[in-house]
Every structure is written in C-alpha cells, then in structure tokens.
C-alpha cells in the first residue's frame, strides 16, 4: 500500500507493506518461531515476514566448545538463506522503532511496515564496550584476552589456550541477564582440564559480579566442589570495569573500591543489554526487555505482540533450551487470541536448562524454571557430572539444531515434533 504524506506544501509518499506475521530477528526464537507456525499448518510462508539484517545464522552455544578446544567454529555458522523457512518474506534493514497503536514497524532505510501479529524475538547484544579498553584487547592478535561471546574471539581464546606455557588466568563474569548464564564458567573448567592435560601449572581465578557460583542451590552445591576440587579461586561480587596491558581492574559490588588485578590471560563476558528500540517504542519494562506476561508471552498491554528468547522480560535463564521450551506455547497462544477468539493459556512455568561443561568429558545438566525450582529431565544423571550428558551436548544438540529445529521439528526436552501441532 502507497501511503501520501504532505509536508510544508510537497506530496511524497511512504510505501507500507502488510504481513499477517511479523518477526523481529532470524535469530534462534524468531527462526524457531517461524519454522514452527508453518510446519504445524498455522501460516504459510508468504503470509510471514522476518526482519533480519546479518547474513550468516549463528549456533551461538557452540562458541563456548569453540574456545574450549571441542568444536569448529565453521559447524556454527551457515548463511541466513539456508536456515530461514523457504518462500518467507525478508527485509535486511535494521528495525528502528514500532507503533503499536498502529501495527507498524519502521526500518533504517525508512520502510514502513504493518502487521496483524509481531513477535519480538531480537535476542540481547553484547555491549563489550561497557568495559573500557576491552575491545582494544580483543581485536590485539597479541594481547591475552578473548571471549567466547563473540566468534572471532571464541577462536582466539582456543588460540590462547593452546599457546599457554603456564602462569596467571583470570575470568570474568558480568551483571545478569546474559546469554546463557552458566556460559563465563563452562570456559573456565574446560581451560583447566586442556592445561591439566597437558601438564601445565595454572593459577586460575574466577571473578564473578553476583554473590553466588549458581542461582540453584543443588548445582550450587556441586559446582563450588568442582572449583574446589580443580583449585579455582572463586571472587564474588567483583565487576570488571577496565582492562590494560595484562591488567584487569575489577569493582568491589560492596564498597565500589577498585582492584587491579594482573593476568598472562583473561577471558572477560561482556555486559548484555536488550535492542534500544523497545524501551523507544513502549515495549520495555523497567530494564528495558520486551514487557510481556511471564507465562502466556503475550505483551502487558498489546495483545497482538509476543515475544520470547533473550530479549524477552521472561524471569528465567536465557538459553537456547528456554527458546525450545516457549516456542509452541507462544505459537498456541497466538493463534488461539488471534484466529480462534480466546485468551492465551498460561503455560510457560520458566522452564530452561544449563549444561555446564565440567571438562573436556563430563558437563552437569542443570534443569529448572521459575524460582529456581528444580525442573529434571534424567535426574538420574544430574546429581553430579555427567559423561553421557557431555556428548549429548557436544553432538547430539547442534545436530537436532540445524537439521530440526530450523524446519520446527525440534521441541527441546519434548523431542521430536514429527506430527502437526505436536
């Protein structure tokens, strides 16, 4: 549709293009998403539109295998064409802000678009620039520190690891939310057991900005006999704020004292905030993540907006298993509200998991929801590190990823959706 505008006496016109469906981000939520309203037979792929500006898809969780030594970093990235739902309709230019009073989303390049449904789906960014003089580091083939947080530096620290002779390492970890909680110390374990291996004396250091080593007490309680165990020097409530010449300075979360502290290698987890444009548009609760109930994913106040995944104001754990686990219930309740009348189902209960590599052949699998609740799949094998659920992690998930759950036939811990609906 041509929409004409008149301004200080010249016509010109603003071309608006109509989706039944609207998803922000080709992501794994809004790639899950899609796949899964056209395989269950609820839209068909014209009627949908996914906003997406990269060209290459990402398996993020394997960036951590990456800088541990188990994984390639070619397995995690494949080309956007590849992986969207065929036939779906993509615009590449960046989402700018929404108006939701009127259905309309508006693109960089100065597009209008307007929607029956939108789902937000943008996950959060990596903001490495909250710690000053972290990206000059990162990009420095010569200086020690690296990030499983980005791919380019994930392969760096696998770099960094093998090159390692001996001496100081330091990790970090940030305020929460992040991406995938438990990532900043499955790094940690995974370069201990490669140095171990090898031989190598370490002194390790742990230093994470929350009071605790996990939020659940059950895996609490095995994780710090794990750091026990391994000799890591576990530091809470220090904040990295800067990082120099084989210095990290940390801030105390108490006193806001400041502590150098010297490494010969640092990993360091950057900040993580949600898409500026949802607080911009009146999407945003107090932190600025998409506002939406924490158990139909409909939006607080517009009815017709879901969202799910990282960037969503969900209070539970942000990983790819939570995306698995919201997906249908968002998918159920948006047609339900939106082709059959009724008010959504509040079903999501904050089911996500953390599979926390514990060396390079055992990984704890941490299972649970909201309150931290435990929420088992094999409890069985998850009262203590697992080596059955290592290679369930390292080869079986990455392979259900990118060969069944970008077509919307894969349901996390409910399996295989080979049927309709299921």
């Not at 517009?302 to 997906?327: E, F, H, R």
Request: hydrophobic fraction near 40%; glycine fraction near 8%; proline fraction near 6%.
């Amino acid at each position: 549709m041509i929409m004409i505008h008149y301004l200080r006496g010249y016509a010109f016109s603003v071309r608006q293009v109509h989706s039944q469906i609207a998803i922000i981000g080709g992501g794994t939520a809004g790639l899950n998403v899609a796949a899964q309203l056209i395989a269950d037979g609820h839209a068909i792929p014209q009627q949908i539109r996914i906003f997406e500006p990269m060209k290459m898809h990402t398996y993020q969780p394997g960036w951590t295998m990456v800088g541990g030594g188990l994984y390639d970093i070619n397995k995690t990235l494949k080309p956007m064409e590849k992986v969207l739902p065929k036939n779906v309709i993509v615009s590449d230019s960046p989402v700018i802000k929404i108006n939701p009073e009127e259905n309309q989303i508006q693109t960089y390049d100065g597009e209008k678009y307007t929607y029956d449904q939108l789902v937000v789906a943008t996950g959060i960014r990596t903001d490495f620039d909250q710690i000053k003089g972290a990206r000059k580091q990162l990009e420095d083939p010569n200086s020690p520190v690296a990030s499983i947080y980005h791919y380019k530096y994930a392969t760096k620290m696998n770099r960094l690891v093998d090159e390692f002779e001996g001496g100081k390492l330091v990790f970090s970890e940030p305020q929460m939310p992040i991406k995938c909680g438990g990532a900043p110390q499955k790094i940690v374990y995974l370069s201990h057991d490669r140095l171990r291996k090898r031989g190598i004396k370490s002194d390790i250091h742990f230093y994470k900005t929350a009071a605790l080593i996990f939020g659940v007490p059950k895996y609490a309680e095995i994780l710090t006999d794990v750091c026990k165990r391994k000799q890591i020097n576990c530091h809470f409530k220090q904040k990295l704020v800067e990082v120099q010449d084989h210095v990290a300075i940390f801030e105390d979360q108490d006193t806001k004292e400041l502590k150098s502290v010297t490494f010969d290698l640092l990993h360091l987890v950057p900040p993580q905030v949600p898409a500026q444009f949802i607080a911009a548009s009146g999407l945003g609760d107090a932190a600025g993540f998409c506002n939406v109930h924490p158990n139909t994913l409909q939006h607080v106040k517009y009815k017709n907006i879901w969202s799910l995944g990282d960037c969503s104001s969900l209070p539970t754990s942000k990983t790819a298993a939570a995306v698995m686990a919201q997906t249908p219930i968002l998918v159920k309740n948006l047609i339900r509200t939106w082709k059959q009348g009724q008010e959504p189902i509040p079903e999501y209960q904050g089911y996500t998991s953390c599979p926390i590599f514990t060396s390079q052949s055992t990984l704890l699998l941490a299972e649970f929801k909201y309150n931290s609740e435990l929420d088992e799949t094999f409890p069985i094998f998850q009262s203590n590190e697992s080596r059955l659920m290592f290679y369930l992690k390292k080869d079986f998930f990455p392979f259900a990823y990118w060969y069944f759950m970008v077509k919307g036939l894969w349901g996390g811990r409910d399996g295989f959706r080979f049927f309709k609906g299921a």
